[in-house]
């Protein structure tokens, strides 16, 4: 038969194809992305091209901290661009003073540097730290296995994972890995070279670990005996996302001599710019001039534009009492997957986490996985994709969730529903 309506152009005809396409031919394959193209989002939802909706249990790896199109953060990009988007660090301008202040307010003495990403924060505290040991010859940076802290060289060195080292050898010096929430470990692991140790407050990509009171405690005890610097990575798992704004905050809250505790750096990304990139460290008092003008930069730190959105996000989780909503929902949905564990032991092992930096684990060896050479933590996360939820595989065994932080309880409701169908549907 003779075609009548002529065809319409590729992008019409097939929007999924057409975008793969593109990505296929152009786009450095860097990534293993999951088979969505998505188009738009609203709050905690996200549409793909082809109209279908996902509950975002996500937030692109914990950025998203008031989910999509929030009108606070379009209110500030439209506002602040009308403005002044950039203007280069050689000027002061307002916004970077009081997201500096506000930061400073909500974990102690100290000041604050701007960056643009969470790799470049922890870049950042690798300087300050090779600064404060130069004079001695001490440079070297103790950092936990099954850490993460970025892709830049410095990042994959510090990172205690051998995937995000291969094939990029020599690695930079001055890093070496101790194992997480063993404090005897770190103790053993000092040399006359060490200046510091990092840690992640809760390592994210490693699998939803917490360090213990007892650990963060006992490193700020050692590294003070010792003349080391203590520095958290609070990336992943800062602003408010365990239901302090830093997750030392509230791992220590109510323990004894918590309250006085105090990391001597602290970088943080992700949540931070909502999805607007942006970057900073915090350093404490006494060291917080140590970087002085000339020895660190970054055309972009601290725009004007960035830093008027992560002031309008930190006005409306205060508004709304969203540490409090991470916190209590997060708690929720814990002892939810908790449940899954008892009455769906063969697929789920044991709930981690805190607030909403949660992980689900899986049990190991489920039949229906066994057929496909996946990850079963992939084949999860492909199996709540189908069922309209999308989560953040960690290893092999362990789904994330990083909901936004103004997730309502209907939702979290929906998204343990799903989550509920999907175990069923393997146990
Ligand atoms: C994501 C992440 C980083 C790296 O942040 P980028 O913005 O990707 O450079 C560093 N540390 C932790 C803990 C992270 O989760």
């Not at 692991?189 to 007892?214: D, F, K, L, N, Y």
């Not at 220590?252 to 970088?267: C, H, I, Q, R, T």
Request: glycine content about 12%; aromatic content about 8%; overall charge neutral.
């Amino acid at each position: 038969m003779k075609e009548i309506v002529p065809a319409p152009p590729a992008i019409v005809r097939n929007d999924y194809e057409s975008i793969r396409e593109l990505f296929a031919k152009n786009v450095v394959p860097s990534y293993g992305r999951f088979e969505i193209v998505l188009s738009h989002g609203a709050g905690s939802y996200l549409f793909d091209v082809t109209g279908k909706r996902y509950l975002d249990l996500g937030s692109g790896i914990a950025v998203c901290s008031l989910g999509h199109a929030h009108p606070a953060i379009t209110e500030a990009l439209g506002e602040q661009s009308k403005k002044l988007i950039h203007v280069s660090n050689l000027y002061f301008t307002e916004p970077q003073g009081r997201l500096a202040a506000e930061i400073v307010k909500r974990i102690g003495a100290g000041k604050c540097f701007f960056a643009n990403s969470g790799a470049e924060a922890n870049e950042g505290l690798f300087k300050l730290a090779r600064k404060f040991g130069h004079d001695e010859g001490r440079f070297e940076i103790l950092t936990a296995t099954n850490s993460f802290h970025g892709r830049t060289l410095a990042g994959i060195a510090a990172t205690g994972q051998d995937k995000v080292k291969k094939g990029f050898e020599p690695m930079m010096p001055g890093f070496r890995h101790i194992p997480y929430n063993d404090l005897e470990a770190a103790r053993a692991a000092i040399s006359p070279a060490t200046v510091a140790i990092m840690i992640e407050g809760v390592q994210g990509e490693g699998g939803v670990t917490p360090a213990t009171p007892e650990y963060l405690l006992g490193l700020r005890a050692l590294c003070d005996e010792k003349k080391m610097l203590l520095l958290i990575d609070g990336v992943q798992c800062g602003h408010y996302r365990t239901g302090k704004f830093q997750s030392f905050q509230k791992i220590l809250e109510g323990v004894a001599g918590g309250d006085k505790f105090l990391p001597d750096g602290l970088s943080m990304a992700k949540s931070l710019g909502g999805g607007f990139p942006i970057g900073a460290f915090w350093v404490r008092s006494p060291y917080q001039d140590s970087l002085s003008a000339g020895t660190h930069g970054t055309t972009y730190g601290g725009t004007p534009l960035a830093c008027a959105v992560a002031l309008a996000i930190l006005e409306v989780i205060e508004k709304e009492n969203l540490a409090e909503q991470a916190r209590k929902l997060g708690a929720w949905l814990k002892s939810e997957i908790e449940r899954l564990a008892k009455t769906c032991p063969t697929v789920v092992k044991s709930a981690r986490g805190m607030g909403f930096i949660l992980g689900l684990e899986l049990a190991e060896n489920i039949p229906a996985f066994a057929a496909s050479d996946k990850t079963p933590a992939l084949q999860f996360v492909n199996r709540l994709h189908a069922a309209g939820v999308l989560t953040v595989p960690a290893g092999n065994q362990i789904i994330r969730l990083l909901p936004p932080l103004n997730l309502s309880s209907y939702e979290a409701g929906e998204g343990i529903a799903k989550i509920e169908e999907v175990v069923k549907s393997l146990a």
